[in-house]
Antibody, heavy 120, light 107 residues
Framework: EVQLVESGGGLVQPGRSLRLSCVAS????????MHWVRQAPGKGLEWVSG????????GYADSVKGRFTISRDNAKTSLYLQMNSLGAEDTALYYC?????????????WGKGTTVTVSS | EIVLTQSPATLSLSPGERATLSCRAS??????LAWYQQKPGQAPRLLIY???NRATGIPARFSGSGSGTDFTLTISSLEPEDFAVYYC?????????FGGGTKVEIK
C-alpha cells in the first residue's frame, strides 16, 4: 500500500524553528518528486515547496522562501521540511504529497498531515 | 505568480444534477492544470490532470476541459459522495499555485 506518514508538528513559539518529516512506503521513492502543501484552519490549499527525485530542482512559495528548506533522503525514503522564523501565518496542517512523476507537476498521493501551531 | 480564480465559491445542487465548476488563470497555463477533491477531515484527492485526463480510479462522471486561461470541471450527475470542496492547481510555472476552491453543497 502506498503510504505517506508525516510527523514533527506541534505548538511552537513565534520566531522558533520546527522540522517536519515524512516517511514514504509502498512505492519507489527515488523515482518521484515530492511536495509539502499546507492548509490553514478553514482555508484552502497552499503549495509550500517541492523537490525533484534527485534534489536537482527545489522550489518554494514566496511566502516561505528564505525561511523554509526542503530536503530528502532517498536511502531512508524520507522527506523533510526545516521551518525557521515561524510566524502565526505558518499555522496550518502540513501535508506531504507524492508527485505524479520525477519533476514537479501534480500530487497523486497525500499523507494525513501534521499540524503546526505557532503561538506564544 | 499565476493566480487561479475559482467560481462560484459555493454551488448548491441536488444529487443527480450536473455540476459545472470554473477555474480561470491570470495568464496562460497551456493545459497544465489539475483538479482535486477534498472532503472534510480528509486529504485532497487528485481527480484530473493536464486539464482533461482522469486520474487512476476516478469515475467517468468527472470530466475536465479547457486550455490557456479557462478551465472547467464537470460532474455529470452528482452522487452523494461528490459533495465536497474542489480545487484547481497549475504546474505551468513557478511557484505551483492552487485556486481558492469551490464548495459543492447539497441543496
Amino acid at each position: 500500500e502506498v503510504q505517506l506518514v508525516e510527523s514533527g508538528g506541534g505548538l511552537v513559539q513565534p520566531g522558533r524553528s520546527l522540522r517536519l518529516s515524512c516517511v514514504a512506503s509502498g512505492f519507489t521513492f527515488d523515482h518521484y518528486a515530492m511536495h509539502w502543501v499546507r492548509q490553514a484552519p478553514g482555508k484552502g490549499l497552499e503549495w509550500v515547496s517541492g523537490i525533484t527525485w534527485n534534489s536537482g530542482y527545489i522550489g518554494y512559495a514566496d511566502s516561505v522562501k528564505g525561511r523554509f528548506t526542503i530536503s530528502r533522503d532517498n536511502a531512508k525514503t524520507s522527506l523533510y521540511l526545516q521551518m525557521n522564523s515561524l510566524g502565526a501565518e505558518d499555522t496550518a496542517l502540513y501535508y506531504c504529497a507524492k508527485d505524479t512523476g520525477n519533476s514537479l507537476h501534480y500530487m497523486d498521493v497525500w499523507g494525513k498531515g501534521t499540524t503546526v501551531t505557532v503561538s506564544s | 505568480e499565476i493566480v487561479l480564480t475559482q467560481s462560484p465559491a459555493t454551488l448548491s445542487l441536488s444529487p443527480g444534477e450536473r455540476a459545472t465548476l470554473s477555474c480561470r488563470a491570470s495568464q496562460s497555463v497551456s493545459r497544465h492544470l489539475a483538479w482535486y477533491q477534498q472532503k472534510p477531515g480528509q486529504a485532497p484527492r487528485l481527480l484530473i490532470y493536464d486539464a482533461s485526463n482522469r486520474a487512476t480510479g476516478i469515475p467517468a462522471r468527472f470530466s475536465g476541459s479547457g486550455s490557456g486561461t479557462d478551465f472547467t470541471l464537470t460532474i455529470s450527475s452528482l452522487e452523494p459522495e461528490d459533495f465536497a470542496v474542489y480545487y484547481c492547481q497549475q504546474r505551468n510555472s513557478w511557484p505551483l499555485t492552487f485556486g481558492g476552491g469551490t464548495k459543492v453543497e447539497i441543496k
